[in-house]
């Protein structure tokens, strides 16, 4: 089964968003096992989105397109399919109807262009989506099936995982397992080479890399006939990862490190609290990003600007006046005075210069504090790049060691 | 002069990395006026790299090829590039020379392997790369252009701009223009409609429309002889879509909400402080992404338990008894108690229920105050999808209210 991406557009041909949808369904498609030679990207345009579809469905045995099923008038996937498939378009009224009910229910009454959004390739099936207005259509165009899909990740993936992909295996009995052991603190390349036998040596399993925020993960990849043969291919290779990666490696699968953090404050009945200067709320954005993270989580004092340090953490103004405000002696003085202000049992606090026009420190400068009951522990650390990967690395910094402060791993002590 | 991008590359394919690259040269192909109807995505696979050039070669006047010149043995572009043009190998020895004083300079021998990199499709050009080992190539398939460059951003973009851009733009001497005007509170089909005959009659300059985040943005683009004419036909046609879209409109160009309403209390001499709940951080995060944002932000305090609300900002418990946490006089409450507690003279604060499980009130109720030395003025949303979509949408809907404030906009007063 050869499956070919068509992501529809003109935004991608003006580069004004990345081609993220491509990725996501590639990275689905690996873990179901169907091969995947070619992505290709057009326009809003009809006769172009149709010449597309045709050529991947010369080539392949499936295409997912993504992008083009909205209700203005650039959105031209529906016809485009009817012309690849030499057929008419039909209007389908129950479709119409719970379009007008879905505005019905938010007060507003759908504007008639929208009334394009029930209008599809006749003989084709419609595919459910309860994210969203737009329907996905899947239909034969010659010897392939031809799957539309909607433009927005959030409406799109649960469609893919759902129905699109079970579709394309109905026919392969064979599982496809995976197992993501994320790590962090090491680069891909230092990663590479403590794995590079195991990885010259993959087949089935397969090992990958893949290296996003700071943080690498090791992916292992078995194929077979069950479940459980699938996990007992893995078991071994993930042994020895494991054996050789240590603590670098802080989860599995979905384990976040916010998770991670979480998990471990809820087994204590601990609470957390955070104080940020220069990652200002991105921490506690991430800690808040998960459900239920009330349970072990206060709240954040985001004191951006200096003079909010002293009435709102308690930093003394005169640590501030001697170290300076991006010093390991206020981060320790901000992760403290959270810890109390916010009634926590842990806090986690930084401080740094995060650019473009350097704070007192170099561009790339953050301090770490990590406050417990046994004790503060500190780190300065230099981070790569612009304002915005200064801000992400820093983050992600601070929440992996504040995992390391919990697990009792030692990073820098005062 | 039409152009196609082709990203060469395993790694896409298995959805381990974005292709950013496509999306940087698509975005600089459209500041130069270039057209750009196709991008294609191949592994790391010499017949289908060559069949991918020929394919866009029969359509294109050029190509622009991004990975596959590295020293390992799956970069096959230099080789699929030959086989493309029906041309043999050579090998370069001053090139070969250049790579093995590389090396030298750094204190090391180089791998016989890396070779390869002085091996090219005969008759082509070389293309100077600034910043790493491997050279470009220009050369001729058929009647078009192709062009090979190195994968590595940093690498590809000096050399894209520097050669293959001027180079394409070699007998052109228009400009191309664009203004993107940025929308909030109607939805794109809702702006469509508003804008459908402007839409339908454009041709130069164009208009599109953009959705992303909760905002809608238009873009409207001319090209022309010169600078001052593609400005001269945009006017008229921008000038048409602020009348019709009005306050809708809240940014030019690069001016996100956040950069707008820093702006204008900097204007004022004035400061902001934000008190979050179901955004989590979020507010605070976007704020100070904007460099300089410590001129007037000062601070969040993200009171994420309920009993945090009381200690670190004042919500009397008997509010939160009576009217719940999710409620408009907790949200009142919270944002009059920042602007007090954080020394700010406007705050914003957000409360609500971002699920999974619902929070009092049903999920995606969010409640937004703003407090301003004129008042504060409250609302209740309600904001579709899941826990990311509704602390996304949240988040953006509570800088937009905080805009209208300072702008006097009527949003709802108490």
């Known amino acids: 089964m050869i499956v070919e991406i068509l992501a529809v557009g003109t935004e991608l041909l003006l580069g004004q968003i990345v081609n993220s949808n491509a990725s996501r369904i590639a990275e689905r498609l690996a873990d179901a096992g169907l091969d995947h030679y070619r992505q290709t990207v057009v326009g809003d345009n009809e006769e172009r989105i149709a010449d597309a579809v045709l050529a991947s469905c010369s080539r392949a045995d499936a295409v997912i397109i993504t992008g083009g099923l909205g209700p203005t008038k650039d959105d031209l996937t529906r016809e485009a399919i009817a012309r690849a498939a030499g057929v008419g378009m039909v209007f389908d009224e129950d479709q119409a109807e719970r379009l007008r009910e879905r505005w019905r229910r938010r007060g507003r009454e759908m504007p008639v262009s929208n009334l394009q959004q029930a209008e599809y390739p006749d003989g084709c099936t419609l595919i459910e989506n309860p994210k969203g207005t737009a329907p996905g259509i899947r239909c034969r165009v010659g010897g392939s099936w031809v799957f539309a899909l909607p433009g927005v990740p959030a409406e799109m993936i649960p469609m893919l ?92 699968d979905g384990d976040t490190v916010e998770v991670v953090i979480l998990r471990m404050l809820e087994a204590r009945g601990w609470t957390l609290a955070t104080a940020e200067s220069v990652t200002g709320g991105l921490i506690a954005g991430r800690i808040t990003g998960v459900p239920g993270a009330s349970r072990a989580y206060r709240g954040s004092v985001v004191a951006y600007a200096t003079e909010v340090k002293t009435p709102a953490l308690g930093v003394p103004r005169e640590v501030i006046a001697e170290h300076g405000v991006v010093s390991e002696p206020v981060a320790v003085a901000m992760a403290e005075g959270a810890r109390v202000r916010l009634g926590a049992d842990v806090a986690v606090a930084t401080t740094g210069s995060a650019g473009p026009d350097p704070l007192e420190q170099p561009v790339g400068t953050v301090v770490v504090a990590v406050a417990t009951p046994d004790g503060t522990r500190v780190r300065t650390l230099q981070m790569p790049g612009d304002r915005e990967r200064v801000r992400t690395f820093a983050t992600t910094a601070a929440l992996q060691l504040t995992r390391m402060a919990l697990q009792g791993v030692d990073w820098g002590r005062r």
Chains 1, 2 share one sequence.
């Open 161 to 252: 995982e759902r129905d699109v992909i079970p579709f394309l295996r109905r026919d392969d009995r064979s599982v496809v397992v995976s197992r993501l052991l994320r790590t962090w603190g090491e680069t891909e390349s230092a990663i590479g080479e403590r794995l590079g036998d195991l990885y010259d040596a993959s087949a089935n399993p397969t090992i990958a890399f893949l290296a996003s925020g700071g943080e690498i993960k090791v992916r292992i990849t078995a194929k077979a006939p069950t479940e459980g043969e699938a996990e007992a291919m893995i078991g071994p290779v993930e042994a020895e990862v494991r054996e050789r990666l240590g603590t670098r490696i802080f989860g599995t």
